[in-house]
């Protein structure tokens, strides 16, 4: 398997998805069912390790780079989930272009208000799991 | 004020890499950050959210990405992206290599679980910020309707980029009393032609 086919893989993973974790269907249906390049054991491994880590939780793509092929494999990891990143630009440039039109400010502060919206279930199931794992470690 | 990249990398290296549980509790210390130093503004780091939020990939890169851009260009977004995302990514590399399970030990787990509780904190301190300008620019209808839309939408099971693009549609079909900016348009959102 070569470097270039492990970042497309994991490319086309982290580019359909939005958000850290929002990837893992897609790696483990390539990764795991169609490749076979690392074992659904492993995977999960990778998924804790980047849990489990400070930063970007779609940096297990790092790690599952790493188990497919070895280093070379977690360099591509590294690309792509930068990769999607600079799709921002052209998107903050087109939103800062037509910002003065009352329809699209209205647009863009309903993205940034149903955001706000979603953050809220995030943010109390994320305490949630907190006091559960310090109850269980009691 | 325009940060220099250096200054601009180790502000995001540092407040992006000393959380667990996701981008959106980087993405509050980042505003904190921003804010202090006068570098970005609530407003503008509204914009940076709602950008990231639609872009594919990790949100908080893609915030990263549109900071880096919007205080250097190309140079800040490329440094803001890699100040982001290599620590974390070698140390996701160091414990894939070594196969270290950090979980494996209690001290780490408690560690990690109050890493979680302050970032679920965190991040509904972001929610709160976010809408708390709307809120004092008296454009709460337009907050509930919108933030009830959502809701509604996340309780039946959509994803969140159909819940945002739905809110985005229903945000510009509002009435124009409901939807138009009580507040100017915020420094360094103005309409910028080449």
């Known amino acids: ?138 | 004020m325009t940060p220099s990249i250096r200054q601009l990398a180790w502000l995001i290296a540092r407040d992006v890499n000393r959380t667990v549980g996701g981008g959106n509790a980087s993405m509050e210390l980042l505003r904190r950050s921003f804010e202090a130093r006068e570098w970005v503004d609530a407003q503008t780091h509204g914009l940076f959210v709602a950008v990231s939020r639609l872009t594919p990939g990790t949100n908080i890169l893609a915030y990263c990405a549109a900071a880096g851009w919007r205080l250097q260009r190309w140079r800040g977004a490329a440094a803001a992206v890699a100040a982001a995302s290599i620590p974390g990514a070698l140390i996701v590399f160091g414990l894939a290599a070594t196969l270290v399970r950090l979980d494996r030990y209690p001290a780490i787990q408690i560690a990690l679980s109050l890493g979680m509780f302050v970032a679920g904190m965190l991040v509904l301190s972001s929610a709160f910020n976010l809408v708390k300008p709307y809120v004092r620019a008296g454009r709460w209808p337009f907050v509930a309707t919108v933030a009830m839309l959502a809701g509604a939408l996340y309780l039946v099971g959509w994803t969140p980029v159909r819940i945002l693009l739905v809110s985005a549609v229903a945000g510009s079909l509002l009435p124009p009393k409901t939807s138009a900016p009580a507040v100017p348009a915020p420094k360094g959102t103005e309409v910028t032609r080449a």
């Not at chain 1, 970007?56 to 360099?75: E, F, N």
């Not at chain 1, 037509?98 to 706000?116: S, T």
């Not at chain 1, 559960?132 to 009691?138: A, D, E, S, Y």
Request: aromatic share 8%; proline share 6%.
């Open chain 1, 1 to 138: 398997m070569s470097v270039a086919l492990v970042y497309l893989l994991l490319l086309k993973a982290t580019v359909t998805s939005f958000a850290g974790m929002g990837s893992l269907p897609q790696i483990r249906q390539d990764f795991v069912d169609t490749y076979h390049l690392v074992s659904a054991d492993a995977l999960s491994e990778a998924v804790l390790v980047g849990r489990a880590t400070p930063g970007p939780m779609g940096a297990y793509v790092v790690a599952v780079g790493y188990l497919a092929i070895g280093w070379p494999g977690a360099v591509a990891g590294w690309l792509a989930l930068i990769t999607p990143a600079f799709a921002a630009l052209p998107l903050l440039a087109t939103v800062q272009r037509w910002l003065h039109v009352p329809r699209v400010r209205a647009l863009v502060d309903a993205v940034i208000v149903a955001g706000a919206a979603l953050l809220i279930p995030s943010g109390i199931l994320l305490a949630v799991d907190a006091v559960r794992q310090l109850l269980r470690l009691r």
